[in-house]
């Protein structure tokens, strides 16, 4: 029986260390692409947020977001294969990113200040996200597709709201009446929303601000 030459042992440690080669430079290109689509999507999920917000439904189609973000419309419905898809999943990325921007804001919860915390969520209602939603949920109130994905949408949403502002306001939700009470200044602060949309409500919210921060203070000790 021939044993092991030299040379064989040579060879089986070049083709390791081709194989190895191989192996990294394959790690290497995948770890890019899972990137790129990860920010694709983020782009993706961007434009449709600004496009909504923009032009509301009738006029926020996928070839529109598509151009906005600058890729194919092949590539939008790499992503998401239906229109009702992209949209519902731009409003909730955009809230969840929100949401975990206000945590960030109070990491020790309302840590006294009551008052930036009120500010801070009825920022929530306003801007360029809000927009968007409101125009999803008038789409909504006409689409038999979409209705049934904004609702668990607007619902989840909603909970993951409140679970917030409970927390960061210090609210304990075993008083009588503390859990209708915050959630009753969301409301409000909803309707805030909804009045900045035509014209800049700036001053009054500001006074609206503090009122509901003193009446807060009252309710929930």
Excluded at 97 to 103: K, Q, V, W
Excluded at 132 to 149: F, G, I, T
Aim: charged share 30%; proline share 3%.
């Amino acid at each position: 029986m021939g044993g092991v030459t030299t040379q064989d042992r040579t060879e089986g440690t070049d083709r390791a260390d081709r194989a190895d080669r191989t192996d990294r430079a394959g790690r290497a290109e995948r770890v890019p692409k899972q990137d790129r689509s990860r920010v694709t999507r983020q782009r993706l999920l961007q434009s449709a947020v600004e496009c909504l917000a923009e032009h509301g439904w009738a006029g926020s189609t996928v070839s529109v977001v598509a151009e906005r973000a600058g890729v194919s419309r092949g590539a939008v419905q790499h992503h998401f294969p239906t229109r009702e898809d992209l949209f519902t999943a731009a409003v909730e990325y955009v809230a969840e990113e929100r949401s975990t921007a206000l945590r960030a804001l109070f990491p020790q919860g309302a840590a006294g200040d009551r008052h930036a915390v009120v500010a801070a969520l009825v920022d929530l209602y306003t801007g360029p996200l809000f927009r968007a939603a409101l125009h999803l949920w008038v789409a909504a109130s006409n689409e038999d597709q979409l209705r049934p994905r904004v609702t668990e949408l607007e619902a989840r949403v909603g909970r993951e709201t409140h679970r917030i502002a409970v927390e960061l306001l210090g609210a304990d939700e075993s008083r009588p009446g503390a859990r209708e009470t915050v959630q009753g200044f969301l409301d409000m602060a909803r309707g805030l929303g909804l009045a900045n949309l035509l014209t800049d409500d700036t001053a009054r919210r500001e006074r609206v601000v503090t009122q509901w921060t003193a009446l807060l203070e009252q309710a929930l000790g």
